[in-house]
């Protein structure tokens, strides 16, 4: 019982849910920074999770990554934005952690 608390907790924590369709259209690049510092953070709070298995935690990882995946394909698609563009925003753990700021 511990254990599937844990796991639940483990995912009310990251809360990197599949993006709509909807919300990948109206995304932008600070929706793109948000997301890769998210994905950033969640990597490394991930390994220090208790009570939980290396799945779950790798599982916790790659959804953060494929959002932030699936928002900058958008972005080159339908705006046609450069990976180069796109890589030169740097994520500060300290900072950048709200859409827009």
Known sequence: ???????????DLVECKRIEHDQ??????ETLL????RARQ???EA???????QRVKDDLVF????????VEHQ???????????LARQRCELSGALTPGG
């Open 1 to 11: 019982m511990f254990f599937a608390g844990a796991g639940v907790y483990a995912q």
């Open 24 to 29: 990948l259209i109206i995304a932008s690049q």
């Open 34 to 37: 948000f997301l890769r510092c």
């Open 42 to 44: 969640v990597a490394y």
């Open 47 to 53: 390994p220090r999770l208790k009570g939980v298995s």
């Open 63 to 70: 959804a953060c990554l494929d959002q932030a995946d699936a």
């Open 75 to 85: 972005l080159r698609v339908r705006h046609g934005y450069s990976r180069e563009a």
